[in-house]
């Protein structure tokens, strides 16, 4: 079983920044492609950003040149880096990552972190 807990996420101001992370634990043999989302109140989840296990990464248009995804796999962590940020970009942020154990790859969930941005 792998755990995921995310962090980093409260209350600023537009304009401000806060950085996100996701460390994984438990029976983890590599961590493939990792994302995050996001859920505004009232709205599906949405893909905000992707890298994978070699480094390469998407952006969501509206986050494109603002956010930056990055990994340690030394630490199975993954961050977000937002910067300038915006009142839409409030909701709860979630990871997701791909995990292989040595037998089985499966997609796990963190439990969400608030984001609140204040205009």
């Known amino acids: 079983q792998v755990q995921l807990v995310e962090s980093g996420g409260g209350l600023v101001q537009a304009g401000g920044s806060l950085r996100l992370s996701c460390a994984a634990s438990g029976s983890i043999f590599s961590i493939n492609a990792v994302a995050w989302w996001r859920q505004a109140p009232a709205k599906q989840r949405e893909a905000v950003a992707q890298i994978t296990n070699g480094g390469t990464t998407h952006y969501a248009d509206s986050v494109r040149g603002r956010f930056t995804i990055s990994r340690d796999n030394a630490k199975n962590t993954v961050y977000l880096q937002m910067n300038s940020l915006k009142p839409e970009d409030t909701g709860t942020y979630y990871c997701?990552?791909?995990?292989?154990?040595?037998?089985?790859?499966?997609?796990?969930w963190g439990q969400g972190t608030p984001v609140n941005v204040s205009s």
């Open positions: 997701r990552m791909w995990v292989y154990d040595g037998k089985n790859a499966e997609a796990y």
